[in-house]
C-alpha cells in the first residue's frame, strides 16, 4: 500500500496503464485520479467525464460511448481528435477538442486531456473485474437521452469511485476524518494546530459542533475517529505539518511513509480487536464471563489507548454513549422503551463512579477465574512452598463454590475450555487494571469521576437538541 492503494487497485490501474500504453506522466495523473488526490476539486475528473459523454453524444447511445472508451486504437490525442471529429453531433467540437453547453455551464475538453480522460472511464468501467460495467452502462444511456441530466451523471460516477476509494484506498476515510478535526481544532484554538495534542474536552466540543450543525453522530463514533486521528499523526509527525499541507499527499515522503503509517495503525488496533474479539467469543459454558461482563470489558478495552490516557472520554462513552445508543434503537425500531423526550434527560446514565466500581468488581472477577486456570493448568502437582499451596487451594475452592453453568462439568473438560481462554483473560486484566489506575488519577485538576453531574447536563441538552423531534418522528411512524 506504499502508493495510498491496495493490491486490487493496482492491478486495476495496471490494466489500463498497461492496455493504453500510458505515459508515465499520464499514469501518474489516472492514479491521482483514482485514490483522490487531485487538488483543488478531487471529483473534478468525473465532472469532466461526464460532460465528455455527453459532449460525444454518439447518437444516444451507451453502447457507441463504450465501444470509443475501449478501442485500444484511441489511446493518442491525434486518434481521437480524428475519430471523434468525424461522429459528435453538430457544434460540439472544434479544431481544439470537446465543447458542451450544459446549463449556464460551458464546458471544454481538449483533445490530449481526453486522452487522460478515456483511460479514467475505462478505469471506472472494468475496475473490480467489470463490477461497475453493467451500472454505469445504464447511467450511459440515462445521461445521452434528453434532456441529458449531466448533474445527476456526476453524482452517480462520484458515488462510485468513492464506494471503490473506501473498500481499497485506505488513506481515504482516514483523510477525510484528519481534515474535519484539523479544521475544528484549529478554529476553536483560534490558533495553529502546532505541536499541541487535543484533550478531552476537545473531543466533547468537536462532537458538540456536529450536533449543532444538524447531524447526529453516536459518541462513541466520534472518539473513535479521534483514536485514529492520534495514532497516525504520531507516526506522520506533528499536527502543524498536516494542517498545512493542502493534502496528505502534500507531506515530504508521504508515498513511503504512508506504508509505515498504515502498518502501525492496522498493528496497533489489531491487538484492542483481538482482545475484544476474544472476549466476545468466550465460551457459553464454563460461564466464565456472562453477556454483559463481556459487553462491559469490551466497552472500555475497545477504546484502546484511551481507557489508559483519557480515561474522562472512556466514562463518557460507556455512560453517555449508551444512552445515545439506547435513543438511536428507538427510532430505528420506532418504538420499545422510554420515549425520547423521556431518555434525553439522561436520569438512567450510569454514574461514572458505577462504571468504575463496575470496572473495578470486573477485575476482582477476572482474577478469580485467572486463579481458577492456573489451578486447572497445574493439575494435581503439589508445591513445598506454603504460600503456592495455599494460593492453590483457594482456587481449586473457588471452583466449588462458583454457581455459573459448566463449572461442575468433569475437571478435565473445564482444564481443556479455561487453557483456551487464559491468556486473554490475563490480558484483559491489566488492560482493566490500566484503566481503573488513570481513572484515579486528576485530569485538570479533578477527579474523572467528579464530573459527572456537569456532563449529564452537557449530554442532556446535547441530546435534547439532537433528538428533540424524536416522539413526533415515532407518532408519525406509528
Wanted: with cysteine.
Amino acid at each position: 500500500m506504499a502508493n495510498g492503494y491496495d493490491e486490487r487497485c493496482a492491478a486495476d490501474l495496471a490494466n489500463v496503464v498497461e492496455g493504453r500504453q500510458l505515459s508515465r506522466e499520464n499514469a501518474c495523473w489516472l492514479a491521482r485520479a483514482v485514490i483522490g488526490a487531485i487538488r483543488p476539486n478531487r471529483d473534478k475528473p468525473f465532472w469532466d467525464i461526464a460532460h465528455a459523454v455527453v459532449a460525444i453524444g454518439a447518437k444516444g447511445r451507451a453502447q457507441a460511448v463504450l465501444d470509443i472508451v475501449l478501442d485500444p486504437r484511441l489511446v493518442a490525442p491525434e486518434a481521437i481528435a480524428r475519430h471523434l471529429s468525424s461522429i459528435v453531433p453538430p457544434g460540439r467540437c472544434d479544431e481544439h477538442g470537446l465543447l458542451l453547453q450544459a446549463g449556464d455551464t460551458l464546458w471544454k475538453g481538449s483533445w490530449t486531456g481526453l486522452t487522460r480522460l478515456l483511460a479514467l472511464a475505462e478505469f471506472i468501467l472494468t475496475m473490480e473485474d467489470l463490477a461497475a460495467f453493467r451500472e454505469v452502462s445504464g447511467w450511459l444511456d440515462e445521461a445521452l437521452a434528453p434532456p441529458h441530466d449531466v448533474d445527476l451523471l456526476v453524482t452517480r460516477l462520484v458515488r462510485r469511485i468513492n464506494l471503490y476509494r473506501q473498500a481499497h484506498v485506505p488513506l481515504a476515510p482516514i483523510e477525510k476524518r484528519f481534515r474535519a478535526i484539523l479544521v475544528f481544532l484549529s478554529e476553536s484554538r483560534g490558533r495553529d494546530v502546532r505541536g499541541d495534542t487535543f484533550d478531552d474536552d476537545d473531543i466533547l466540543a468537536f462532537w458538540r459542533a456536529e450536533i449543532a450543525a444538524g447531524e447526529r453522530p453516536q459518541f462513541r463514533t466520534v472518539v473513535d475517529h479521534f483514536i485514529t486521528f492520534e495514532k497516525a499523526t504520531q507516526i506522520l509527525g506533528s499536527l502543524r505539518s498536516i494542517a498545512e499541507a493542502m493534502s496528505l499527499e502534500a507531506i515530504e515522503d508521504w508515498a513511503e511513509r504512508l506504508e509505515a503509517m498504515l502498518g502501525d495503525l492496522t498493528t496497533s488496533d489489531d491487538a484492542a480487536v483481538t482482545l475484544a474479539e476474544s472476549l466476545a467469543a468466550m465460551p457459553e459454558s464454563p460461564k466464565i464471563l456472562t453477556g454483559a461482563e463481556r459487553d462491559d470489558l469490551i466497552d472500555v478495552i475497545s477504546l484502546d489507548p484511551f481507557h489508559r490516557t483519557r480515561p474522562l472520554t472512556v466514562l463518557r462513552t460507556v455512560s453517555f454513549g449508551r444512552v445515545q445508543s439506547g435513543i438511536a434503537n428507538r427510532l430505528r425500531r420506532r418504538g420499545g422503551g422510554a420515549p425520547v423526550s423521556e431518555r434525553v434527560r439522561c436520569a438512567d446514565a450510569k454514574s461514572y463512579a458505577d462504571v468504575v466500581a463496575r470496572a473495578e468488581a470486573l477485575k476482582t472477577h477476572l482474577g478469580r477465574m485467572i486463579r481458577i486456570a492456573a489451578t486447572l493448568r497445574l493439575g494435581d502437582k503439589s508445591f513445598d512452598d506454603p504460600a503456592v499451596a495455599k494460593l492453590l487451594a483457594a482456587a481449586q475452592a473457588d471452583i466449588g463454590r462458583i454457581r455459573r453453568a459448566g463449572f461442575d462439568d468433569p475437571i478435565e473438560k473445564l482444564a481443556a475450555a479455561f487453557a483456551k481462554v487464559d491468556e486473554a483473560l490475563i490480558s484483559v486484566s491489566d488492560e482493566i487494571e490500566n484503566f481503573t489506575s488513570a481513572a484515579a488519577k486528576p485530569v485538570k485538576g479533578r477527579l474523572p469521576a467528579d464530573r459527572f453531574p456537569e456532563d449529564r447536563a452537557f449530554f442532556s441538552a446535547a441530546f435534547t437538541d439532537a433528538y428533540r423531534h424524536g416522539d413526533a418522528d415515532d407518532d408519525e411512524a406509528g
